[in-house]
């Protein structure tokens, strides 16, 4: 009778723990291979978060000393993939281990700029985020290169200098799009344009957008691509520095364009789909969703709306056929994108907060490092947690995998994790 019982508790134990791995995703290696996520939306699946921060619910794993960067972690199975400048003159790619932090490879190339006056408390260091495809990593270097590597080991694949490739001049502030993979292909606003690429080669195959003339104002680009079908129609939305437009992937072929009022050509959000609809935002300006229609032989584009909301560098999340966005004035805003007006406004936070949502959570790192905790409310707005998780600035997009999140501080990178209080179970 007494094994009997032995077995049964041993069976409740086992499928408490289970419950319990599963509760914070403990149960897969999820990873976070681009820019803004998985699927390049800042939105993630797997169990519930937890409804607070404290630090019963998250913990610091390990943290790793590394010189400044503005380039999000990107987190495959195993290995944590960073950037880093070193002395305003090297530039540093790292893999370190996901379970410890230990360094498994590092690689280095001669890569700076000095970038305007105005933009130098921002430094000069690297801040394109990396891709990665499961074999190859691929880092967008300051001094407009791109870089394959090899993921195990670091090996240089190719590389290409854009500005010896078109004879264009370096951008004023680096190269800061972050590319983007799809099947062979990968795109990313580079060398004055928007260019596609063959990931195995480097080979170009499109070039498109073309502004070879650069300069302060006009030169490079902020925003980083997404691929959506829109229309009914499978595009590359890319938004430079002064229009949003519509590609074929295929081609380069000019969909539609549209020109999005920009101050200093500031326009740096990823633009982000809603159904046939995609919004932007730029500083000092506007909030606009530009409705996109196909006709017998062209697509047209339309203002479905403007909004006051001027954004920043937070790209929004969507939830529920709202926008969630951190703006240039410190403040979060909920806009409705059936209608354009905005449900409620916060109080100030940060001067730029990176957003990831799940279900109806988000969760926002400011430049402070202060992590929030935001429930995905359209009626008000409702911070459940946060948690003061860097003495430096943090910049960089938050990375979340499974159960870990990554945050790289300015100088250094650092792993946290959700963790189960004692006598506690998370629910989905």
């Known amino acids: 009778m007494f094994r009997i019982v032995q077995l049964v508790a041993l069976a409740i134990a086992v499928y408490l723990a ?40 998250l913990e610091q794993t390990w943290r790793i000393p590394l010189a400044p960067s503005y380039s999000g972690p990107i987190v495959s199975a195993e290995v944590v993939f960073v950037t880093e400048t070193k002395d305003k003159s090297t530039e540093i790619v790292r893999a370190l281990s996901r379970a410890t932090g230990k360094e498994l490879w590092k690689v280095e190339w001669p890569g700076a ?13 690297i801040r394109a985020t990396p891709a990665f495809d499961g074999k190859s990593l691929y880092v967008a270097g300051m001094r407009d290169v791109l870089v394959s590597l090899e993921a195990k080991t670091g090996k240089e694949q190719w590389r290409l200098d854009f500005t010896k490739e078109f004879s264009t001049s370096l951008p004023e502030f680096g190269l800061v799009c972050s590319p983007l993979l799809d099947g062979n292909a990968l795109y990313i606003q580079a060398g004055n344009a928007a260019v596609k690429l063959d990931k195995r080669t480097g080979k170009v195959l499109w070039r498109a957008l073309n502004n070879d003339q650069g300069g302060m104002m006009s030169g ?25 437009a ?23 959000l990823t633009p982000v789909v809603f159904g046939d609809t995609i919004f932007t935002s730029s500083y000092q300006n506007k909030s606009w969703l530009y409705r996109i229609n196909k006709g017998a032989a062209e697509f047209t584009v339309s203002q479905a709306w403007e909004n006051n909301a001027q954004g920043y560098m937070s790209t929004p999340v969507m939830i529920d056929g709202h926008a969630y966005l951190h703006m240039g004035n410190q403040r ?59 003495e430096e600035e943090t910049w960089a997009h938050l990375a979340i995998a499974g159960d870990e999140l990554f945050i790289r501080e300015l100088n250094a990178v650092v792993a946290w994790r959700w963790r189960t209080p004692k006598g506690q179970l998370g629910t989905n």
Do not use: H
């Open 18 to 57: 289970g419950r319990e791995a599963a509760a914070f995703g403990l149960e897969s290696k999820q990873e976070w291979s681009q820019w803004r996520g998985p699927n390049r939306d800042g939105q993630i699946t797997g169990a519930a978060w937890p409804d607070r921060l404290t630090d019963n619910y």
């Open 113 to 125: 700029i000095s970038v305007p006056f105005f933009a130098k408390r921002s430094g000069d260091w």
């Open 220 to 244: 490079g680009a902020f925003s980083s691509p997404v691929l959506a079908t829109v229309a009914g129609r499978k595009q590359l939305l890319v938004q430079t520095r002064e229009q949003l």
């Open 246 to 268: 519509g590609l074929d992937p295929e081609t380069g072929k000019q969909l539609w364009i549209q020109n999005v009022p920009s101050f200093r050509g500031m326009n740096i």
């Open 332 to 390: 979060f805003t909920c806009i409705n994108l059936q209608t354009g007006e905005r449900t409620w406004t916060s109080k100030p936070f940060g001067k730029y907060a990176s957003l990831v949502a799940q279900r109806d959570r988000i969760l926002a790192l400011d430049e402070r490092g202060v992590l929030l905790l935001i429930k995905a409310n359209p009626k008000e707005f409702e911070l459940l947690s946060e948690k003061q998780v860097s």
